[in-house]
């Protein structure tokens, strides 16, 4: 291996989560003023991720009242404290630079829908309807609720009909 990608492979961290374009992130970034250090928040969405390794930067764009604010971090830079990923974009571009001409909600990014489980089919493999089992459970109690105001409503249970034997 060259010694150039050594050098780089000790750059790199780990502790970085994964994320990608349209991702909203929230950036520590460790600013030093004079001689005292302190860690400034940048909460944005990701626009651009560039180049590869120890050299990679993303662009992230944030708007500050009505004016929107990119800046270009080094991932591995070491005055990057942490960075945590707020929010999962839906987008198809790796690279979103049409977000600048966009304002207000049409800026918006859609979030990702986190997975509901494996679907069910409403037919067996053999082309009938799933078999559900019936069992005898019992009824939920019904409310009944007196009064007119949605704020000032009472809720009196009443017990479940004894059934007839």
Request: positive net charge; charged residues 30%.
């Amino acid at each position: 291996m060259d010694k150039l990608k050594l050098i780089e492979q000790t750059v790199i961290r780990d502790d970085i989560p994964h994320f990608t374009a349209g991702d909203t992130i929230n950036v520590h970034y460790r600013v030093r003023e004079g001689d005292k250090e302190r860690i400034q928040q940048y909460k944005g969405v990701v626009i651009n991720e560039r180049g590869s390794g120890a050299n990679k930067t993303v662009t992230v764009r944030k708007m500050s009242g009505n004016i929107g604010v990119e800046r270009i971090f080094p991932l591995y830079s070491p005055f990057i404290a942490k960075i945590e990923v707020s929010k999962k974009g839906k987008v198809r571009r790796s690279k979103l630079f049409y977000l600048r001409k966009l304002r207000g909600k049409a800026a918006r990014i859609q979030e990702k829908v986190k997975g509901q489980g494996p679907v069910q089919a409403d037919v067996d493999i053999d082309g009938q309807p799933p078999v559900q089992a019936e069992a005898e459970s019992p009824k939920p109690a019904q409310a009944e609720v007196k009064g007119q105001g949605s704020a000032q409503a009472e809720v009196k249970e009443q017990p479940p009909a004894a059934e007839e034997s």
